[in-house]
């Protein structure tokens, strides 16, 4: 298995703490964590396994650290990257714009060629609006830790397997 990078941004750490809990299922030895505070844009082509972990703020704003470097994703050729993508939101406090971040996030990677994968039913959310979703699935996996903490572990275990078989990786 070539080496997954994982870039997250994280105000709180929740995401930062899903990010841990993914590396190790799939291992650090094949999956390296990157903090976006302290990485350039053009790190995350070193890769072309890539997982991107992001919370959505407020009003479907995106949080500090992908603010400020989704621009210059904008500047970037993702062709041949194969990108998955998990979000976390608030689904009852922020309904209108739950995990928009994934949307956002997929909409540049796919502008600029690359492939999203790790596509995830919206069946068993309750929120009103999203520009993660399209349809009947987000673009990612969502996560919400304020109002159903007690399913992440569980929507991991399914999603992280599937985003490896997305990948091409034989998993047991």
């Given amino acids: 298995m070539s080496k997954i990078g994982?870039?997250?941004g994280t105000d709180t750490g929740n995401t930062e703490n899903v990010a841990?809990?993914?590396?190790?299922?799939?291992g650090a030895e094949h999956l390296a964590l990157h903090n976006l505070a302290q990485k350039e844009a053009a790190e995350v082509l070193e890769y072309n396994h890539i997982i991107f972990g992001a919370p959505t703020w407020y009003d479907g704003e995106l949080q500090t650290d992908w603010e400020e470097i989704l621009p210059q994703f904008k500047t970037l050729d993702f062709t041949g990257k194969t990108v998955a993508i998990?979000?976390?939101?608030?689904q009852w406090g922020y309904g209108e714009w739950?995990?928009?971040a994934i949307?956002?996030?997929a909409d540049v990677v796919s502008e600029q060629g690359g492939t999203v994968i790790g596509h995830w039913p919206v069946v068993g959310y309750d929120f009103e609006a999203s520009k993660g979703a399209r349809g009947e699935v987000f673009l990612g996996l969502a996560i919400d830790?304020?109002?159903q903490p007690e399913l992440t572990d569980e929507r991991l275990k399914a999603w992280v397997?599937?985003?490896l078989r997305e990948f091409g990786f034989v998993v047991a």
């Fill in 6 to 8: 994982l870039f997250f």
């Fill in 20 to 26: 841990i809990k993914i590396q190790k299922m799939v």
């Fill in 86 to 90: 998990f979000g976390l939101g608030d």
């Fill in 98 to 100: 739950f995990v928009d």
């Fill in 103 to 105: 949307g956002i996030i």
């Fill in 145 to 147: 830790e304020d109002n």
């Fill in 161 to 163: 397997p599937q985003v």
